[in-house]
């Protein structure tokens, strides 16, 4: 991922979120014990078990837009609904369980959504600082820094990263891995699908998990389709705005339509 330079348009909102969520992570990091960070201490907004870690970013986040008035889907607290016609779709930190274990991968991902579409989308690798911004104009997006996938069409000879192998995804994960040339498994799924953006890996897959949530992976979509590739849900459920943090899908990244097309003949 090269340089990135800042896009002046970008909400406002979505900038404070981000620089928060950075400020946050590092404060925890170096002031707080792997075991205070995580402690699981209640129930997120979309069903799974909140960390200490999870809890201080998402605070701080959320008080950071406040100013705005904006809504707020988060991974964490869920659905807020502020009377506004912009929301914000965010994971205050994607790869808990990296960040907590001093593994350095980890990010913080957002969309400003209004009517339903996406408007403005940040992500930022928590630890290195890396970033990448989108704002849509009306010639289409622009990104922070030139975007382009491998291209690849077929699995055969790929680059590709995975959410690890469970018991009712083994058997599709394994046709998928079989023809490929590489894999990794990182714990992040924002991160592995932003590697598709820049051309580091051909795909990123969950094979049939429904592991994903709408904050995983709406914040994705503008860097890669921007950069030829697609954002694709396994069973071909339509990826698209929705309050309810209980939908799930099997999101497929990928650097072309055949090869998301070919992945997903596997998992089905």
């Known amino acids: 991922m090269s340089q990135s330079r800042p896009i002046n348009d970008l909400h406002p909102a979505l900038v ?3 620089a928060a969520a950075q400020a946050a992570y590092l404060t925890a990091k170096f002031t707080k014990s ?59 930190v994607d790869g808990t369980a990296n960040a907590v274990a001093g593994v350095p991968s ?3 991902a957002g969309a400003i959504v209004i009517g339903g579409r996406i408007t403005d989308s940040h992500i930022t690798w928590l630890d290195s600082q890396r970033s990448m911004s989108a704002h849509r104009t009306k010639w289409g997006f622009e990104v922070s820094e030139p975007l382009t996938t491998s291209g690849r069409t077929e699995l ?43 051309g580091a890996v051909d795909a990123f897959v969950d094979a049939g998990g429904d592991v994903h949530r709408l904050v995983d992976l709406l914040p994705l979509v503008p860097f890669v389709e921007h950069a030829g590739g697609v954002v694709v849900d396994a069973f071909d459920r339509p990826l698209e705005f929705d309050t309810d943090m209980s939908k799930r899908w099997s999101g497929i990244v990928a650097a072309s339509r055949p090869l998301a097309d070919e992945i997903r003949s596997l998992i089905a």
Not at 41 to 58: A, E, R, S
Not at 77 to 85: P, T, Y
Request: with cysteine.
């Open 106 to 108: 980890c990010a913080f």
């Open 156 to 198: 055969k000879g790929a680059s590709i990263a995975m959410l690890r192998p469970r018991p009712e995804t083994r058997a599709a994960w394994n046709r998928i891995v079989e023809p490929t040339e590489r894999l990794r498994v990182m714990g992040s799924s924002v991160i592995e699908g932003s590697l598709v953006a820049i």
């Open 16 to 18: 404070a979120a981000a």
């Open 34 to 92: 792997r075991s205070e960070l995580g402690a699981v201490i209640g129930v997120g907004g979309d069903g799974t078990p909140t960390m200490f870690l999870d809890q201080i970013v998402d605070e701080a986040v959320i008080a950071a837009v406040e100013p705005y008035g904006i809504n707020i889907l988060s991974e964490e607290i869920g659905w807020v609904d502020n009377g506004s016609a912009v929301t914000l779709v965010m994971d205050p």
